[in-house]
């Protein structure tokens, strides 16, 4: 199925620094979602938004569903050396969801 | 909260057996289950999506066959690998959609099952 436009791939950075992370599409969807992946595991959820334009947080994460239902974006605020993983966004229409390929972060202490 | 468990979570095979895993979901009713496979260092791949007592729908180039998927209930989907081959090796993640108390429609992911087929 078609994915989504996720960037960058990876990020290497320092502790304490803010990341973005960004995923487009071509499709509108009703819900985007973020997720974390670490090696071995399932993703699990961090962030989901369901309404066009919605700016949501937690903890340090905020993540924006975007005006055109086209987009969104995660942020991470004062990165720490355990946000190390994969993050992927999702978009999700109806019973459908697609997945982004994913942006590889790593946090240098 | 909701949690979505698989089994086995390693397997390793010899060519040419069968595999089953399976996912539940622990506090939630899922009406509909999803599968995906994740290759190393790749996204996750959508396999097909079921409901339940219906048959599963397929994505394009994904062999129904081969990849036989039983959702009988509404908190147990089964996905069993047929006459598995070195290149069926993967990460499977299975994924259950259920409305949580509040009506809220929400979609969690099992920890995965790494298959190795020698």
């Known amino acids: 199925g078609q994915q989504l436009n996720q960037s960058p791939q990876s990020m290497f950075i320092q502790e304490g620094e803010d990341v973005s992370m960004n995923c487009t599409s071509s499709?509108?969807?009703?819900?985007w979602l973020w997720y974390k992946q670490e090696p071995g595991e399932g993703p699990v959820l961090l962030i989901a938004l369901y309404k066009a334009g919605e700016l949501t947080s937690n903890g340090r994460l905020t993540a924006q569903f975007g005006i055109t239902r086209k987009d969104s974006f995660l942020n991470i605020s004062a990165s720490i050396p355990s946000d190390v993983g994969i993050y992927f966004c999702a978009g999700q229409q109806n019973n459908d969801m697609r997945f982004g390929a994913g942006t590889r972060l790593t946090v240098k202490p | 909260g909701a949690v979505v468990s698989q089994h086995p979570s390693r397997v390793i095979c010899k060519s040419g057996t069968s595999v089953k895993i399976e996912c539940r979901s622990l506090d939630f009713q899922a009406t509909t289950m999803f599968w995906y496979r994740q290759f190393p260092k790749q996204s996750l791949m959508l396999m097909a999506t079921?409901?339940?007592?219906?048959?599963?729908?397929?994505e394009q180039g994904v062999e129904k066959d081969k990849f036989l998927i039983n959702h009988a209930s509404l908190t147990l989907s089964t996905l069993t690998v047929t006459s598995a081959h070195p290149e069926d090796s993967s990460f499977y993640i299975c994924s259950a959609r259920g409305r949580l108390a509040g009506g809220i429609w929400k979609q969690y992911f099992g920890p995965g099952t790494r298959l190795t087929v020698t």
């Open positions: 499709s509108i969807f009703n819900t």
């Open positions: 079921s409901n339940e007592g219906s048959k599963a729908t397929y």
